[in-house]
Each structure stands twice: as structure tokens, then as C-alpha cells.
């Protein structure tokens, strides 16, 4: 069975920096298309960062040029580096598959990143 194990979020103040990591275990390679979504309070969990196989890389506007997505393939690990921290990127961070929802793989139990003003 599949699972992705999320790990990095804490507290850190605005202008602050995080490095998110998605370790996922029970496969032999990594997804092709992954991704980092978060979910903030009272809002529906949004896709912020993707990256496929071959390095190539998407993000949300709202996290361009602040955020950047990477993956070892040989440790089945995906890292978000968040640079700049503002306030509103306070939420729960998850890795998954960048797939319709019906084939994501099950959902970690994220990790929390507060970002403080």
C-alpha cells in the first residue's frame, strides 16, 4: 500500500522560509506528475506546486517565484522550498499525484505551516 508521509511545516514568521518534504513508500518509483497542494481554514485544498519526472515544473500564481518544487527519485521524495513566507500561505501542506481525483493516491496527514505576521 502506498503512503505519503509529509514532514517540514512548523511556526515561522512572514518573510521566513520552509522546506517541505513527501516521502512516499510501498512503491518502486515515484509517480510521474506530482504535486503540493494545501488546504488554509474554511477553504477547499488547492494545487500550489507540480513537477513531473523529466524536472519540468508548474505553480499557482499566488506562490510564482517564491516556491519551488523538487524530487529525488531515488529516495521517492518530493520537497517543496518556500521562500518569503506571507501570512496566507498559512495551511495544511500534502503531496499527491497531479491525476483527476478518482486515481490520487490515499492523502497523508499533511503537514502544518503557520506563518505569523
Known amino acids: 500500500q502506498v503512503q505519503l508521509v509529509e514532514s517540514g511545516g512548523r511556526l515561522v514568521q512572514a518573510g521566513g522560509s520552509l522546506r517541505l518534504s513527501c516521502a512516499a513508500s510501498?512503491?518502486?518509483?515515484?509517480?510521474?506528475?506530482m504535486g503540493w497542494y494545501r488546504q488554509a481554514p474554511g477553504k477547499e485544498r488547492e494545487l500550489v506546486a507540480t513537477?513531473?519526472?523529466?524536472?519540468?515544473?508548474n505553480y499557482a500564481d499566488s506562490v510564482k517565484g517564491r516556491f519551488t518544487i523538487s524530487r529525488d527519485n531515488a529516495k521517492n521524495t518530493v520537497y517543496l522550498q518556500m521562500n518569503s513566507l506571507k501570512p496566507e500561505d498559512t495551511a495544511v501542506y500534502y503531496c499527491?499525484?497531479?491525476?483527476?481525483?478518482?486515481?490520487?493516491?490515499?492523502w497523508g496527514q499533511g503537514t502544518q505551516v503557520i506563518v505569523s505576521s
Open positions: 510501498g512503491i518502486i518509483f515515484l509517480p510521474v506528475h
Open positions: 513537477i513531473v519526472s523529466d524536472g519540468s515544473t
Open positions: 499527491n499525484k497531479v491525476v483527476p481525483k478518482s486515481v490520487r493516491l490515499s
